[in-house]
Each structure stands twice: as C-alpha cells, then as structure tokens.
Nanobody, 120 residues
C-alpha cells in the first residue's frame, strides 16, 4: 500500500505564488516518475509537470517558465513551485507517482487533490 499526501493549495491573487508538496509513504522500493496534474471545473485532467528519478522534467506549455517541479528522492517528495499565477491556473491539482513496491510490483498512485484558486 502506497499513499500520496498533498499540501500547499489555497487562495492566491493573480501574479502570486504557491508551493505544492506531495509526500509518498508506504511500501516503497523506488519511485520512477512523479508529477502534477490538474483538473479545472468542466474540463479534463491535464498534465502540468513531471520529473523522473534522474531529474529530467517536462512541462505543459501553459505553465512553462512559471512553474518549477522538483523532488527530494530521500524524502519521496515532489514539489511544484508556481509563480506568476493566473486565474486560468485555478484547478484541483493532483500528485501522481509511478512506484515500485518492496515486493517489486508496479503501482500508479494518485493523491487526493488540493485546490488552487487564483482570484482577486
């Protein structure tokens, strides 16, 4: 069993910043890719940013240059630093992790989501 716990969401004014965190716990041998996705009201879930265990990153075009994804492998934690936030960034943000468990099974795990609201 593996769990992802997100934190850091909230209400911020346009142009402001937020930092999301997602910590994985449980029967973890290693974590390959970790990432952040978001889902706005009435829209499909979309990729925001992902990072491999080696530190390679990929971003959605809409957030490139404003958001930065990073991870602490020792803590099994991924972060999303969001700067210059826009109202269109308003969404529920979900953490995702591709986990190899201690019994060498593969799991794709999702967090419960954290709401980010960008509004004046």
């Amino acid at each position: 069993q593996v769990q992802l716990v997100e934190s850091g969401g909230g209400l911020v004014q346009p142009g402001g910043s937020l930092r999301l965190s997602c910590a994985a716990s449980g029967s973890i041998f290693s974590i390959n890719r970790m990432g952040w996705y978001r889902q706005a009201p009435g829209k499909q879930r979309e990729l925001v940013a992902v990072i491999t265990s080696g530190g390679s990153t990929n971003y959605a075009g809409s957030v490139k240059g404003r958001f930065t994804i990073s991870r602490d492998n020792a803590k099994n934690t991924v972060y999303l630093q969001m700067n210059s936030l826009k109202p269109e960034d308003t969404a529920v943000y979900y953490c995702n992790a591709q986990v190899v468990t201690r019994i060498y099974t593969y799991l794709e795990v999702w967090g419960q989501g954290t709401l980010v609201t960008v509004s004046s």
